[in-house]
């Protein structure tokens, strides 16, 4: 009888239990793929609704209460294919702040933003520097800055958060520190830093406020909704129609390196065409009424509604009004994956 020589897969298992003594491993033949074709996200495609998002916002105003040491009170857009969070990079909260109340100072090495979607009288202080919230605004909380919120106005008032906890999770990067203050005292003058550098196409001969990478902490509505209105009657992009991206006044990139935002519009009866890019997307529609297709998943959504979108799913955008425009703050991580060189996309 001869001898039948083992198989490659026999030699490889027969090896597994030795080597992992050692702390080593080879690849065995049960082993999902080490390289896939395409990124194949565990991530789900999502839409939450304005009429969801507000019977929450009302349950958590019921039933949690905000006291000094209590931290935020946020309902978390979850998706059951991202263990933590909501997508595999961001965590984007609707933060609930009710007349009174303060949100405590804190400062943690995951990089914030905040997008107001309703209501006045409230205003944040970021390391020192204070702005009062609006409708519309966008406000960066660079990683590491203290911040913390306060409302002084009569009604509740709503925000989107976003961070990057779970990519700065994954690299093992997290810090997290409390003030010994609820509140932080204001250090320098209202807006500082977007009297400064705040118009975009000037600069200070002699910057005072440039703390950050990015000096400019609030982007108020008036002034993105200008500049996409300014944009907005140009030829429109075949996937995006009017994209504009919020910048770093000072370098022209995106105004934070790890999460990339815009303010996208879609004219009144636009159909735009399918694409595919790595990153996952959150939006939120500010106004109008429209469909995304996201790979075979058709989501009909109106202001107020938020979407998710993953890496690399195939997704086109639609206007469903042949009147009235659209309009979408889209957050990503576009800027990471740029940073890394892994930016890739395609075209339908
Ligand atoms: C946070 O610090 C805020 O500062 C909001 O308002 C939401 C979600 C997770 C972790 C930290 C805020 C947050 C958060």
């Known amino acids: 009888m001869g001898m039948t020589l083992a198989s490659d897969a026999d030699n490889r298992r027969a090896l597994?239990?030795?080597?992992?003594?050692?702390?080593?491993?080879?690849?065995?033949?049960?082993?999902?793929?080490?390289?896939?074709?395409?990124?194949?996200?565990?991530?789900?495609?999502?839409?939450?609704?304005?009429?969801?998002?507000?019977?929450?916002?009302?349950?958590?105003?019921?039933?949690?209460?905000?006291?000094?040491?209590?931290?935020?009170?946020?309902?978390?857009?979850?998706?059951?294919?991202?263990?933590?969070?909501?997508?595999?990079?961001?965590?984007?909260?609707?933060?609930?702040?009710?007349?009174?109340?303060?949100?405590?100072?804190?400062?943690?090495?995951?990089?914030?933003?905040?997008?107001?979607?309703?209501?006045?009288?409230?205003?944040?202080?970021?390391?020192?520097?204070?702005?009062?919230?609006?409708?519309?605004?966008l406000v960066l909380t660079p990683g590491w800055t203290f911040h913390d919120h306060q409302h002084n106005g009569s009604e509740p008032m709503v925000w989107l958060d976003v961070l990057d906890i779970n990519l700065v999770r994954s690299m093992n990067a997290t810090f997290f520190e409390d003030l010994n203050a609820p509140r932080q005292a204001v250090n320098s003058h209202q807006d500082a830093s977007h009297r400064e550098f705040g118009s975009g196409l000037m600069r200070p001969a002699k910057a005072r406020h440039a703390r950050y990478e990015n000096p400019v902490l609030p982007y108020p509505a008036a002034l993105c909704e200008a500049a996409?209105?300014?944009?907005?009657?140009?030829?429109?992009?075949?996937?995006?129609?009017?994209?504009?991206?919020?910048?770093?006044?000072?370098?022209?990139?995106?105004?934070?390196?790890?999460?990339?935002?815009?303010?996208?519009?879609?004219?009144?009866?636009?159909?735009?065409?399918?694409?595919r890019h790595v990153g996952s997307s959150v939006y939120y529609v500010i106004r109008g009424e429209g469909r995304t297709t996201v790979n075979d998943e058709l989501f009909n959504w109106v202001a107020g509604d938020f979407l998710a979108i993953p890496s690399w799913a195939r997704h086109a955008h639609a206007n469903r009004s042949s009147d009235n425009d659209c309009l979408m703050f889209h957050v990503n991580d576009f800027p990471a994956l740029e940073a890394l060189g892994l930016w890739h996309e395609s075209g339908e």
């Open 16 to 137: 597994a239990a030795e080597l992992q003594a050692m702390n080593f491993a080879v690849h065995q033949p049960e082993d999902p793929p080490l390289f896939t074709d395409a990124p194949e996200p565990a991530m789900q495609p999502m839409h939450w609704r304005a009429a969801d998002i507000a019977a929450g916002l009302d349950r958590i105003g019921e039933m949690i209460k905000l006291e000094q040491g209590s931290v935020r009170r946020t309902l978390r857009l979850t998706n059951p294919g991202v263990e933590y969070g909501t997508t595999p990079t961001l965590w984007a909260s609707i933060q609930y702040i009710l007349p009174g109340e303060i949100a405590t100072a804190h400062r943690h090495t995951p990089g914030a933003l905040r997008f107001i979607m309703k209501g006045t009288g409230a205003n944040t202080i970021v390391d020192g520097e204070q702005y009062q919230m609006n409708e519309g605004d």
């Open 228 to 275: 996409v209105r300014q944009a907005a009657e140009l030829d429109p992009d075949p996937y995006d129609d009017t994209a504009m991206i919020y910048t770093n006044p000072t370098t022209g990139g995106h105004a934070m390196k790890t999460i990339g935002t815009m303010l996208q519009r879609l004219r009144p009866g636009f159909s735009g065409q399918a694409h």
